[in-house]
């Protein structure tokens, strides 16, 4: 008998896919992700949909939180293609206008106060130019980050992040760096008295931590003492940011004197990469002095930032879908922890960003394993392997919103029905 997958020319070219992927890339994220699509791969996507290359059709309220748009939303496409029909890359000698009229729309979109833009492709880029403007402009060295932070995994951005795994082996990194205890309101304090502190740096819901929220009133005592003692507060909101979290930035809609804020993600549209450090001139002094201090090649090109303004237009005009969709997902997902409470544990989480922690790193694999298999996919968290994170995106209908709490319920109902057949076994 003739082996389907081989005539099939989707499934040939899927099987080249993961030949060359073995090869030439990570052969055990290659095993992961053929395991995931049951030997599928990504063909296409749009809106909450991405459609693998058997046919098949998933949800998609995962991509690690860049998809706030969804894919290939129909305004940031538009503006992209024009972008591309005009120029692409910029001289960097000349003046381009892409580039100006996203760090305005940037800026008003965080409300103002903040009025200076650095622009990246990743995360991390803009966390290195953070603690380096920081340390330049305050001529000290020291960083102070967060027990359980997550800031990336590039030398100088991975200093910040806790996680030892992805440190093993690369010690030392950035020494200057002291990591600080969530519940410990006096921390910032006491290190300043030692000395030699530049920055603060936190994320106000710690996303690859679990989705686990830093209280406000300690994050306000710090941003004060670091304040009143000349330390820049920087707030990583890559990923909260940009109305995941249900606000532009959660730590300017929490009143917290930041110098800074970090966006990431979202920012591209879910079409292009970029990032940026929104920051006010005092952060920003060593580049209003030396614009040569800290450049890339990439940084600020056209092409993603003619996105990045489409973008936080077509986020601004969600807002209100925004509401709707945060309060489906918290009745939603209270209503799992109740039918299933032995399997969830907590359920955590605002706006569009939620992780449903539950009783063991194992059975969150099986479920994620469930998900991906019945229709849904959505993220590990990088420093909790028992939480899953569900990130839906603003475009997501309701029948869309209810077809994914109903692949959580399903998969959650076969995991604790096995779980009763071994216990009775
Ligand atoms: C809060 C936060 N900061 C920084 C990063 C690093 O971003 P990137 O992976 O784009 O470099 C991430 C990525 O998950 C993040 O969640």
Redesign the pocket.
Known sequence: MTDPVLTDPGQRSAREVFQQLRKHMQPGLALAARISGGGAVESSANGARITLSDGQSLLDFGS?AVTLLGHRHAAVVAAVRDQLDRMTVSSRVLANPATAAAAAALVEYLGGALPRTYFGL???DV?EAAVKLARLASNRNRVLAVVGG???KTMG?LALTHNARYKAGLMPLLPAVTHIAPDDPDAVAREIATGDVAAVVF?PIQ??NGVWPLSGDILAKWAGDARRNGVFVIA?E??TGLSRAGEPALAIAAGLPVNAVLV?KALGGGVMPV?ALVCDDELYAPLLADPMIHTATFAGNPLACAAASAALDAIDRLTERGREIAATMAFGLAELQRQYGDLVVDVRGQGLLWGLQLASAKLTNEILTTLVKTGLIVSPCMSRPEVLRLLPPLVATDAELAAGLELVDAALNQAATSAAFIASA
């Open positions: 690690y990743n995360g991390s966390v997550f800031h990336g951005a994320e996303g690859e990583d890559i990923q990431g990032s």
